[in-house]
């Protein structure tokens, strides 16, 4: 019978023996891709289209040429390729794939297939470019608000759903994805399916304020808070929120808060809905507009999986 020490010399063995079979490539290009100069998407579609169609260009990548021009030249320096023994990939046609991946949330293999690359390459354009997106919008996009900001997101909260003092409504949503290898129930989630979860922010008019990315599909939206940078500083009273100020026809002081569904724990600055069915009519009416507030962070998720369909629920193109 092998002794420990043995097995494990074998399976050393084995992992260095799979390490040098390394597949040798048969072609740099692949034959049917070499002509994507001539007749690829990029260059049959994509190109006219920028030039004489901005309704079809805003259809196609969800955002109009002007804009496609403005984030090219944000990202350009991080996203483009030196020259080697042959030309590489324009960034041009880098962000083409990406958006195209993000508006329909295609398959790495279809997009190879109309642009005419390899599946591997789409898959390394999408990951760098998401990459540089993230570098070099997040400070300006997701910046962290600042009490003045807070102030107007909460003006804007009265102003449009009755609900004062809010400075924000919080949830979770859960993105869909195939299931990493060797990662078990991590990742399923209890509606039956493989997903992380993109826990958000966000003010009165839909845009996300703060964001919180890659909880295990399996944990609670209570648990994905608890843990979050956002979370912790919220139950510490660490976000430098605007300083309590009176309801509306009342005189003492009421702190700022975040409005959340019965998931949430109830802190301070945390509001959630009255539980139960044997609710007294202040209560009904308190539920109602929490309810109209609460519901903003939901339609901002259902506008974002619209436009950028790869977030939608029957997509599981991630990992």
Not at 131 to 139: F, G, P
Not at 180 to 192: I, R
Request: hydrophobic letters at 40%; one cysteine or more; glycine letters at 6%.
């Amino acid at each position: 019978m092998a002794t420990i020490e043995e097995l494990s010399s074998w399976l050393i063995l084995r992992l260095r023996q799979k390490k040098r079979r390394r597949r040798c490539r048969r072609w740099y290009v692949r034959p049917l891709n070499q002509a994507r100069q001539d007749n690829g998407e990029y260059v049959s579609l994509v190109l006219p289209m920028r030039e004489i169609d901005d309704e079809k260009h805003y259809n196609y990548f969800r955002m109009s040429s002007s804009a496609f021009d403005e984030l090219l030249r944000r990202i350009e320096t991080l996203i483009s390729h030196r020259r080697t023994h042959s030309a590489p990939i324009s960034s041009s046609q880098r962000l083409a794939v990406t958006l195209r991946f993000l508006a329909t949330g295609c398959s790495y293999q279809s997009l190879a297939a109309s642009y005419k690359l390899g599946s591997a390459t789409v898959g390394c354009i999408v990951k760098e470019v998401c990459e540089a997106i993230w570098t070099a919008l997040k400070d300006d996009v997701v910046a962290f608000p600042s009490v003045a900001k807070w102030m107007e997101i909460q003006e804007e909260f009265w102003s449009l759903w009755n609900f004062p003092n809010c400075v924000g409504a919080i949830d979770g949503k859960h993105i869909r994805v195939r299931a990493p290898a060797n990662s078990g129930s991590s990742f399923h989630n209890y509606k039956g399916y493989f997903s992380f979860i993109l826990m958000a922010v966000c003010d009165a008019r839909y845009r996300f304020t703060l964001v919180d990315i890659g909880a295990f599909g399996r944990d609670s939206d209570a648990g994905v808070f608890s843990r979050s940078a956002f979370g912790s500083q919220l139950i510490k009273g660490e976000l430098h929120l605007p300083p309590p100020s009176p309801l509306p026809g009342a005189v003492v002081r009421s702190p700022p808060v975040f409005v959340a569904d019965e998931a949430f724990p109830l802190k301070v600055n945390l509001m959630r809905p009255y539980s139960g069915t044997n609710l007294t009519a202040e209560q009904h009416i308190y539920n109602y507009r929490h309810s109209r507030a609460r519901r903003v962070i939901e339609n901002a998720f259902g506008i974002l999986a619209a436009r950028w369909r790869v977030f939608g629920e029957s997509h599981g193109v991630f990992c």
